[in-house]
């Protein structure tokens, strides 16, 4: 007598591929908003790291110096946006960026606008101990492009100089 043996067999159906390729799409819809929220996020922290660096930088190298050096906007025409397109530390007084002691360079895709006390000021100077000059407290806002949807940052500058981070609801225009 002879039997006969099931057929097995080892791929896939096409309906096995289309339930798996609906499933990836439906997890990749949820997947890459987050991951787009996710870059956003991690772009402010780094222009609002990157300000709070240029603070203690500017505050140590004039106490290490002994002389005024200038945290400067490289291009403050932007009222909205002052220290948004870089800024560097210069020795002395208010100047140009052109023989700067460091230059910081924020994310493109960032805006950091001076408010109250900094409203419109593209330098803060410090003196040989480090203490800010000519300057009341201030808030540098630092919001992302899609600014109705991602929270922001806000740096605050005291009137001694020392910076601090704190949560910001950023407004779109």
């Not at 006969?4 to 591929?17: A, D, R």
């Not at 490289?74 to 002395?92: I, L, P, R, S």
């Not at 900094?118 to 919001?143: A, K, Q, R, Y």
């Amino acid at each position: 007598m002879r039997t006969i043996g099931k057929k097995t067999s080892n791929g896939l159906t096409v309906i096995e591929l289309l339930v798996a390729m609906a499933i990836a799409a439906i997890m990749l819809a949820y997947a890459v908003p987050a991951f787009n929220d996710f870059a956003d996020q991690r772009r402010i922290a780094s222009s609002s790291n990157m300000i709070i660096a240029g603070v203690n930088y500017a505050r140590s190298e004039a106490a290490r110096l002994g002389t005024s050096v200038t945290l400067q906007a490289m291009n403050g025409a932007d009222d909205a946006n002052e220290w948004g397109a870089g800024f560097c530390v210069t020795a002395g007084t208010p100047g140009s960026c052109d023989t700067p002691l460091n230059v910081f360079q924020p994310d493109a895709n960032v805006t950091l606008d001076g408010v109250d006390g900094l409203n419109g000021l593209v330098s803060l100077t410090f003196d040989p101990t480090g203490m800010l000059t000519g300057v009341v407290d201030g808030d540098i806002e630092v919001c992302g492009m899609s600014a109705a949807e991602d929270p922001g940052r806000v740096i605050r500058i005291n009137a001694i100089g020392r910076a601090s981070t704190g949560e910001l609801e950023c407004f779109g225009d």
